[in-house]
T-cell receptor, first 111, second 113 residues
């Protein structure tokens, strides 16, 4: 069965520090991968999606970037975090199914 | 489209009652609709889906109704339980959209014991 992992689960970082969040998928190959952000009490905002290794599409211009170094690995990064980067970051994947399957999320607090 | 930036509306129901969560969509070309449940601190979980050629689909204690005329989607939960307390999101996509989902703003369901 397919599973999706995210780490860390929670993270507290100072403003101006770098960021690296990792997402890995097991039990599938060549998945479409997505990064979403969710502010407290809000809906889901699509940040990036990837249809293959090295292929990244950005939905919203921002302080973040994404990379896909391997087929089942998706990384969200920032060189300098802003206060507004705080939120709940969700990785998701889709294969042959139309619906997305979400990971457990990473809670990021920027102080 | 996405409703980022809006506070979530809240539906409060008594345990044992039926719940109805509504969602309006704007794209008449959408082919496929999905309901997700998100518990506090967790990722959204798939509940039920429906294709645009259907107007009703039932699962275990849940029913999704689709009214394409008025672009309205609803999720009905029978005999609501405390474990149903969560935020519920609807999502839509088109067959040729490459699995790109458009999420609604979400509704928070609170179940009173």
């Amino acid at each position: 069965s397919q599973t999706i992992h995210q780490w860390p689960a929670t993270l507290v970082q100072p403003v101006g520090s770098p960021l690296s969040l990792e997402c890995t998928v097991e039990g599938t190959s060549n998945p479409n991968l997505y990064w979403y952000r969710q502010a407290a009490g809000r809906g889901l905002q699509l940040l990036f999606y990837s249809v293959g290794i090295g292929q990244i599409s950005s939905e919203v211009p921002q302080n973040l970037s994404a990379s896909r170094p391997q087929d089942r690995q998706f990384i969200l990064s920032s060189k300098k975090l802003l206060l507004s980067d705080s939120g709940f970051y969700l990785c998701a994947w889709s294969g042959t199914l139309v619906s997305l399957l979400f990971g457990p999320g990473t809670r990021l607090t920027v102080l | 489209g996405e409703s980022v930036g809006l506070h979530l509306p809240t539906l409060s129901v008594q345990e044992g009652d039926n719940s109805i969560i509504n969602c309006a969509y704007s794209n008449s070309a959408s082919d496929y609709f999905i309901w997700y449940k998100q518990e506090s601190g967790k990722g959204p979980q798939f509940i039920i889906d429906i294709r645009s050629n259907m107007d009703k689909r039932q699962g275990q204690r849940v029913t999704v109704l689709l009214n394409k005329t008025v672009k309205h989607l609803s999720l009905q939960i029978a005999a609501t339980q405390p474990g149903d307390s969560a935020v519920y999101f609807c999502a839509e996509t088109r067959n040729n959209a490459g699995n790109m989902l458009t999420f609604g703003g979400g509704t928070r369901l609170m179940v009173k014991p």
